[in-house]
């Protein structure tokens, strides 16, 4: 029988969920903008305001507001960075040194260096922690790299009722469930083939937009990763709302026929070429016009951080003979993501009238985009979602929040720099929200080795 770790690991969203109930907002009590060099959505600003009221952007402008107050951040303003590939329930785990080099996804899976370091480790957090412990955890991970939304959230540990910290993807969001997400293809005899057949089908009405599907993970030339490729066209699931999660053991003219379809690419390099030595195809992917997004992937292989995991795609589509340009690389992980997640009326755009997903970043570039490529987590200053100012420097979170005290605001120090946090999850007196300390506390307690965050 499947313990806690394969029930975690393998349960994907599958079917509708309904609202969460909304946690309290923590809005700020007046408008207020931001300046710095704006990426817009059809151009950098080297100098720019964004003005941020009742959890909207009500004006992106060059012209210095005179109605509210300013703050200069002398950075650089984008949306929050969406990742679009990773298993929060995992991360709490320090990196995993893979022994050797795997054939696909299943062989490192059955492993026992694995079993050792992630599946027993897990099995036990999972047995002894509350549920939405690493996924709490791994929420914070995220947002202290500029991330606003993730996919990957598994009903096994994040509950389905619970409003998360971050936006995920995959469940409801928006006023709606529009995504999906399955782990592995099912075999024939698997009882979630009803599963996919209808998840297909639900893309058919439009009920379902985005499809995540991990596929052909493994070397090119992988029997058993062709072999799948060929039941994933055979169950109908190449769709326009398809989104394939690695795909590293397809070939170039697979690619075509994913792009013919009107397939997306969820590209997370570093764990591939950790895992596998190789990696997706991913620059012949986008010379053939299939959107790429980028993941983090897990901890155990992936990177530490999707703004580490640019870096890796960057050097990887120039080996490739496919280099790309730094506002392409920026858009991955903003506009095309949101795209590719079916999101792009809400997310992935400093526009007037979207919420107030924006991230500031430390600029170090004359260059806008440069700078975000460039950056790492030690460079993020503020992150708001939904206008709420969840993570940002010591001094800004004050103003910007008039003074806001509660037991889920919690100054910390990251990679140095002061800063506070609004770890506020869905909160009510019976079920109070924990803050970051106490859920580090429960995690080192059950697991020593928990990986760390600010690292």
């Not at 080297?46 to 009500?58: D, N, Q």
């Not at 990696?279 to 155990?300: C, E, F, I, K």
């Not at 903003?334 to 795209?339: E, N, R």
């Not at 993020?380 to 103003?399: K, M, N, P, Q």
Request: net charge negative; with cysteine.
């Amino acid at each position: 029988m499947a313990g806690p770790f394969e029930r975690a690991y393998q349960r994907g969203v599958t079917e509708k969920v309904g609202p969460p109930p909304s946690r309290p907002r923590a809005l700020p009590p007046a408008p207020f903008a931001l300046h710095g060099a704006v990426i817009t959505p059809e151009e950098a600003w080297s100098s720019g305001y964004v003005t941020v009221a009742g959890g909207s952007i009500s004006a992106v402008s060059k012209d210095k507001p005179t109605d509210v107050p300013v703050v200069e951040t002398d950075g650089v303003i984008l949306p929050g960075l969406i990742d679009l590939h990773g298993h929060p329930d995992f991360n709490v785990f320090a990196a995993w040194e893979p022994p050797k080099l795997y054939a696909n996804r299943y062989r490192w899976r059955a492993s026992a260096p694995y079993k050792a370091l992630v599946r027993d480790p897990q099995n036990t957090i999972l047995s002894t922690l509350p549920p939405q412990t690493q996924s709490r955890y791994a929420e914070v991970r995220a947002l202290a790299g500029g991330v606003t939304a993730i996919q990957g959230s598994s009903a096994a540990s994040t509950s389905t009722n619970a409003e998360p910290l971050v936006r995920n993807v995959d469940l409801w969001i928006f006023g709606d469930h529009k995504a999906r997400a399955m782990i592995d293809l099912p075999s024939s005899s698997s009882r979630d083939v009803p599963r996919l057949k209808k998840i297909v089908a639900d893309i058919g009405t439009n009920d379902v937009n985005a499809f995540y599907l991990h596929l052909c993970e493994g070397v090119r030339g992988d029997e058993r990763s062709a072999g799948e490729f060929q039941a994933f066209l055979a169950a109908g699931a190449a769709t326009p709302a398809t989104n394939v999660i690695h795909g590293s053991a397809l070939s170039e003219a697979d690619l075509h026929t994913l792009t013919d379809a009107g397939c997306r690419l969820v590209w997370s390099p570093q764990s591939n070429l950790r895992l596998y030595g190789s990696t997706t195809l991913a620059g012949a992917a986008r010379a053939a016009g299939m959107p790429v997004a980028l993941g983090a992937d897990w901890l155990p292989s992936g990177s530490t951080s999707l703004l580490g995991e640019m870096k890796v795609a960057r050097r990887q589509l120039a080996l490739e003979g496919h280099p790309i340009a730094a506002a392409d690389l920026v858009a991955m992980v903003t506009s095309v993501a949101a795209g590719v997640a079916g999101l792009s009326e809400h997310l992935g755009s400093v526009s007037v009238g979207r919420p107030a997903d924006l991230l500031v970043l430390e600029r170090h570039h004359t260059d806008p985009y440069e700078s975000v490529c460039l950056a790492d987590p030690s460079w993020v200053e503020l992150v708001s979602i939904g206008g709420d100012i969840t993570y940002a420097r010591d001094d800004w979170f004050g103003r910007l929040s008039g003074n806001a005290a509660s037991p889920t605001i919690e100054s910390l120090l990251a990679w140095g720099k002061p800063m506070r946090l609004d770890n506020g999850f869905q909160s009510s007196a019976t079920s109070p929200t924990p803050s970051l300390s106490a859920i580090r506390g429960l995690l080192t307690g059950a697991y020593p080795a928990v990986g760390p965050i600010y690292a």
